[in-house]
């Protein structure tokens, strides 16, 4: 518990001195944020569950915040909702970050990474018996992801594809993928009715599928990637950090918080995801899967660059950073480095 002490004491005194407003104005007093389908976003359900944006905000004076939460099937929706201001924070896949930032650096809407939430494996299941790998996929196969061409997975598939077929070859697969929220496909593949045989997808609908007779795996993200990398970042605009110093600074404390709890705490992790998603499976379940060592959950981002690289060099994106560094907000590194050094002591 002093570790867990130091931790906050250090990340609180970090994020202020980055967060400090230039001078005194009225804040909003609602914020809006978004999510999409999983265990990925496990951070998002303990922050809401436990009011935790509310809590670090009344601890900055601010009384009575409005929160409101949305859940939506896909990053391009949320992404639009970001640039129209009808979200101030959205957590998305990875790669939903550079295409966003490469459009609007430099306005006053744009679009940045506020933290990092998860890096967790992608599985492209299939019910399919003669698929081994994406070599054997042919136009009998369908693969259900939550947007075709713009979802991390179908970027992680297009990676997937130049590495086994050559970058000119980097869209072969598209034509066989299909829009649908991960419990919706989930539920596609399962019937074993339909067009829909595949699905790529995460946890806790890849290890659900997965223990149905025929299903199993042919691709694994990390292996694509070369290893672990963020799955899923939290976007925020220029305009709310500039203008809600405070409000952002809760925000990022309570994300801090929710990470340390999953950590520290998986069982009540684990019920809070089941209350929220209003799920039926069971705490153990959860709580196995929260436990995998694969799975990590930490607000500091990771090997971002093995994304927009791939991105830019397929042309993607046009515009790419001097480091990946710049398509964040600053206060996340120094969240980062106040955890270590609490940790160290």
């Keep these: 518990m002093k570790t867990k002490g130091l931790f906050f004491a250090a990340l609180l005194a970090a994020v202020a ?15 809006r944020i978004a999510r999409q389908y999983g265990i990925g976003y496990l951070p998002l359900a303990v922050m809401e569950h436990d009011k935790l944006i ?59 990474g506020v933290c990092a939430i998860v890096s967790s494996p992608l599985f492209l299941n299939t019910r399919n018996p003669d698929v081994k790998s994406i070599r054997d996929l042919t136009d009998k196969d369908r693969i259900a992801l939550p947007a075709v061409k713009v979802s991390i997975q179908a970027i992680i598939l297009q990676m997937a594809a130049a590495k086994e077929f050559g970058d000119d070859q980097v869209n072969k697969l598209d034509r066989l993928t299909i829009s649908r929220a991960h419990p919706d496909a989930m539920a596609a593949l399962l019937s074993g009715k339909g067009e829909i045989n595949g699905h790529f997808t995460w946890a806790p609908f890849q290890y659900r599928e997965l223990e149905a007779p025929g ?15 963020t799955t899923v970042v939290m976007l925020g605009t220029r305009r709310f950090h500039e203008e809600n110093p405070k409000l952002y600074r809760a925000f990022l404390e309570a994300a801090a918080e929710a990470t340390a709890i999953i950590k520290q705490d998986k ?28 799975v990590q959950y930490t607000t500091l981002p990771a090997n971002i660059s093995r994304y927009t690289d791939f991105m830019h060099r397929m042309g993607i994106i046009k515009k790419v950073p001097d480091s990946w560094q710049d398509m964040f907000f600053p206060e996340v590194f120094a969240l980062g480095q106040a955890g270590a050094t609490a940790a160290a002591k």
């Design 215 to 229: 299903v199993h795996t042919i691709l694994n993200s990390y292996d694509v990637l070369g290893g672990p990398a």
């Design 17 to 31: 001195g980055t967060c400090a407003p230039p001078a005194a104005h009225a804040e909003a007093d609602e914020i």
């Design 54 to 112: 509310e809590k670090h905000a009344s601890a900055a004076g601010i009384k009575d915040l409005k929160v409101t939460w949305s859940s939506f099937a896909g990053a391009n929706v949320m992404n639009d909702a970001l640039l129209s201001n009808s979200l101030d924070f959205a957590a998305v896949g990875t790669t939903s970050l550079p295409v966003m930032w490469s459009k609007t650096a430099g306005s006053k809407q744009e679009v940045k």
């Design 267 to 294: 069982r009540h992790a684990a019920q809070v995801y089941l209350d929220t998603t209003k799920d039926k499976d069971s705490v153990d379940n959860i709580v196995k899967m929260l436990s995998d060592p694969q």
